[in-house]
């Protein structure tokens, strides 16, 4: 699944990861496009996008053998908001029980959560030119409301949009502690709580098909391969993932690259390269 912020494709991404991949490991690569293949906010809101993903997959699934594809070996990928997107796919798949159930999930810097927008990794690269803090927010609201502008911005940078016991009660969802090591001081989150704003806004940021970390447990959930960006605002929501998918017993494998958000798409650079073979390696391995 490709996009860019819910809101709108990133075609050099489109256009290069998957023949990449496909060249290096004889894979069936099924693109899953914004704007073609599934609708993009703010016309079409959660779960319009997803609904469309899930239908995508269970057609490919239901019709694989027509493509030439053994059913037991399919596996979805997204990259930024794709990987939301491919997540939430995975997770439907399991709530759902379908059969036969995927076989693993390859999340590219994924964004996870929208209760805390003061992890370390938000703190640190809030003005990061490729994803700011402001540009993310507000792509995460068109992708739950559409239309952005009866929010102010500001409440979210300083975590204004949770009221404070819906940041303890999902703290532990969304806990970075689980991520880091000592070598990596967490800063504490900035909190100015508004219950009134949380108000409208809890159904959706606590639904785990919007937000899989809201999942209360990742049990049972097939592989995974996550990357993550080192100068990435998203870097604690994929750390985060991680950590709680190992803590529930899911086979994973956690790639970290010195590099930004959206590296797909500058194939120029080493660490892009290295992501794609090291992806291609991991489907080679598990597929």
């Not at 069936?28 to 779960?47: D, K, M, N, Q, T």
């Not at 003005?127 to 409301?145: G, I, M, N, W």
């Not at 995974?224 to 998918?245: C, H, K, M, N, P």
């Amino acid at each position: 699944m490709h996009a860019h912020t819910h809101i709108h494709t990133n075609t050099l991404a489109i256009t290069q990861s998957p023949r990449q991949f496909s060249t290096l490991h004889r894979t069936v690569i099924v693109s899953i496009r914004s704007g073609c293949s599934y609708r993009l906010a703010p016309e079409h809101v959660f779960p319009a996008p997803l609904n469309d993903c899930v239908k995508a997959t269970r057609y490919f699934m239901a019709n694989a053998e027509r493509f030439g594809v053994d059913v037991n070996r399919i596996a979805v990928a997204g990259d930024s908001s794709g990987a939301n997107l491919a997540a939430a796919v995975a997770l439907r798949a399991r709530d759902e029980n379908w059969t036969p159930a995927l076989k693993a999930q390859v999340l590219f810097y994924p964004p996870m959560q929208a209760i805390n927008f003061n992890t370390p990794s938000y703190q640190r690269y809030r003005c990061t030119a490729h994803l700011d803090l402001p540009s993310l927010v507000s792509a995460c609201l068109a992708y739950a409301f559409g239309d952005v502008t009866r929010f102010r911005l500001s409440d979210f940078a300083r975590n204004g949009h949770v009221s404070a016991p819906a940041l303890e009660r999902y703290r532990t969802y969304v806990d970075v502690s689980l991520a880091h090591n000592s070598t990596r001081p967490i800063e504490p989150p900035i909190l100015a709580a508004n219950d009134t704003l949380w108000e409208e806004l809890k159904d959706v940021f606590t639904d785990p098909y919007f937000a899989p970390l809201m999942a209360r447990n990742l049990s049972r959930m097939p592989a995974t391969f996550i990357s993550t960006a080192e100068q990435d605002v998203l870097l604690d929501d994929g750390l985060t993932y991680a950590a709680r998918l190992r803590q529930d017993g899911v086979d994973l494998q956690h790639r970290h690259y010195m590099t930004i958000h959206g590296t797909m798409s500058y194939m120029f650079l080493d660490a892009a390269r290295d992501l794609v073979g090291d992806t291609a390696d991991y489907l080679r391995g598990n597929l």
